[in-house]
T-cell receptor
Framework: KAGVTQTPRYLIKTRGQQVTLSCSPI?????VSWYQQTPGQGLQFLFEYFSETQRNKGNFPGRFSGRQFSNSRSEMNVSTLELGDSALYLCASSLARQEGEQYFGPGTRLTVT | AQTVTQSQPEMSVQEAETVTLSCTYD???????LFWYKQPPSRQMILVIRQEAYKQQNATENRFSVNFQKAAKSFSLKISDSQLGDTAMYFCAFMTNTGNQFYFGTGTSLTVIP
């Protein structure tokens, strides 16, 4: 099976712009979670989608949003970018929540200038 | 609230030696899962080992094993016969069985010295 893929891998944006990141889970996986990874804060949970519904949400401002499509692919959007949004954004997929094992993608490195 | 603490930001070990990475967590839940993930310099996060809280037996995966102390809320990772490819950031993670949100520690950067 193909692993979790994320596009783009690298992105440079300026303050005030918006950005959309994409994640394709492993075939058959219905749960997709998003994380922000920064050197200072480590990995922080953004949100999780299951069968097109947001099931869990972390403590991030409303500028961060997401959605999941019927084929389980997910997108994450960040509006009005701030310098502090510079981070590695990781997507992870899993079959369902029962066993909890998540498979991570390579991440999208977002730089905000 | 669930928290995961990794108190060792950096560690190093000689090749072929054994190293133990520490992790403690805090939760009021009785059923949960614990994980160790490895993130090599290439950045792809890889699952190393998992432990179900209801299992008393410590999980083992080849050279990797855990010491799970439920009462102490401790979940350490032991790497035996360390190899150069073990150089990576290691994250301890926790998940309750009531949700699919993971709580990660801040990571331990492990360097294996030839």
């Amino acid at each position: 099976k193909a692993g979790v893929t994320q596009t783009p891998r690298y992105l440079i944006k300026t303050r005030g712009q918006q950005v959309t990141l994409s994640c394709s889970p492993i075939s058959g996986h219905r749960s997709v979670s998003w994380y922000q990874q920064t050197p200072g804060q480590g990995l922080q949970f953004l949100f999780e989608y299951f069968s097109e519904t947001q099931r869990n949400k972390g403590n991030f401002p409303g500028r961060f949003s997401g959605r999941q499509f019927s084929n389980s692919r997910s997108e994450m959007n960040v509006s009005t970018l701030e310098l502090g949004d510079s981070a590695l954004y990781l997507c992870a997929s899993s079959l369902a929540r029962q066993e909890g094992e998540q498979y991570f993608g390579p991440g999208t490195r977002l730089t905000v200038t | 609230a669930q928290t995961v603490t990794q108190s060792q930001p950096e560690m190093s070990v000689q090749e072929a030696e054994t190293v133990t990475l520490s992790c403690t967590y805090d939760t009021s839940e009785s059923n949960y899962y614990l994980f160790w993930y490895k993130q090599p310099p290439s950045r792809q996060m890889i699952l190393v080992i998992r432990q179900e809280a209801y299992k008393q037996q410590n999980a083992t995966e080849n050279r990797f094993s855990v010491n799970f102390q439920k009462a102490a809320k401790s979940f350490s990772l032991k790497i035996s016969d360390s190899q150069l490819g073990d150089t990576a950031m290691y994250f301890c993670a926790f998940m309750t069985n009531t949700g699919n949100q993971f709580y990660f520690g801040t990571g331990t950067s492990l360097t294996v010295i030839p």
